[in-house]
T-cell receptor, first 112, second 114 residues
Framework: GDSVTQMEGPVTLSEEAFLTINCTYT??????LFWYVQYPGEGLQLLLK?????DKGSNKGFEATYRKETTSFHLEKGSVQVSDSAVYFC???????????FGQGTRLTINP | GAGVSQTPSNKVTEKGKYVELRCDPI?????LYWYRQSLGQGPEFLIY????????DSGLPNDRFFAVRPEGSVSTLKIQRTERGDSAVYLC????????????FGPGTRLTVT
């Protein structure tokens, strides 16, 4: 079945460091891909998405590119801030379906 | 406007008891989803409603779990004969009718079965 595998956490970085959180997926056909974020004490919220191959999603300085050839959707940010500390979830929606299939999440901590 | 709301925020129950968890979606959203999140894991899909009908219930783990949405708005997730393994955060999300539209999540109900 469809699945998402993310980089194991936790990840700890210093402020202004470069961030990459790896995400790969297994799916039939071409799913839509998402990154969701859960800030401390808050609910899940959509960070960015891409719906077809080579699309780049971006928001709040974060980017991820839909790579069909490597079945990946890695999350990147050039200079992280303390306020980026959160749990990040990679997810997909299978083609023709509405449900989200999530990875296990990666906890990110940014130190000042 | 108001987001997705879920009640109660916390529920502690004894093994074998029956529980109901409620979800109020964003007004006008026709799609509603239930997910379950165990500690340290990503959310796991349970069921999806389009209007009043369950369009996909493939994630319900067994027949102890049931969900309804009688008027196409509020939904209730019902768990019979609860087991300790049912302990998790139950998340509700809603979205508009447009396929692939963003799902907006509620804060969740933390269920603890003792």
């Amino acid at each position: 079945g469809d699945s998402v595998t993310q980089m194991e956490g936790p990840v700890t970085l210093s402020e202004e460091a470069f961030l990459t959180i790896n995400c790969t997926y297994t799916a039939t056909g071409y799913p839509s891909l998402f990154w969701y974020v859960q800030y401390p004490g808050e609910g899940l919220q959509l960070l960015l998405k891409a719906t077809k191959a080579d699309d780049k999603g971006s928001n709040k300085g974060f980017e991820a590119t839909y790579r069909k050839e490597t079945t990946s959707f890695h999350l990147e940010k050039g200079s992280v801030q303390v306020s980026d500390s959160a749990v990040y979830f990679c997810a997909l929606t299978p083609r023709g379906a509405q449900k989200l299939v999530f990875g296990q999440g990666t906890r990110l901590t940014i130190n000042p | 406007g108001a987001g997705v709301s879920q009640t109660p925020s916390n529920k502690v129950t004894e093994k074998g008891k029956y529980v109901e968890l409620r979800c109020d979606p964003i007004s006008g959203h026709t799609a509603l989803y239930w997910y379950r999140q165990s500690l340290g894991q990503g959310p796991e899909f349970l069921i999806y409603f389009q209007g009043t009908g369950a369009a996909d219930d493939s994630g319900l783990p067994n027949d102890r779990f049931f969900a309804v949405r009688p008027e196409g708005s509020v939904s209730t997730l019902k768990i019979q004969r609860t087991e300790r393994g049912d302990s998790a955060v139950y998340l509700c999300a809603s979205s508009s009718y447009v396929a692939g539209d963003e799902q907006y999540f509620g804060p969740g109900t933390r269920l603890t079965v003792t």
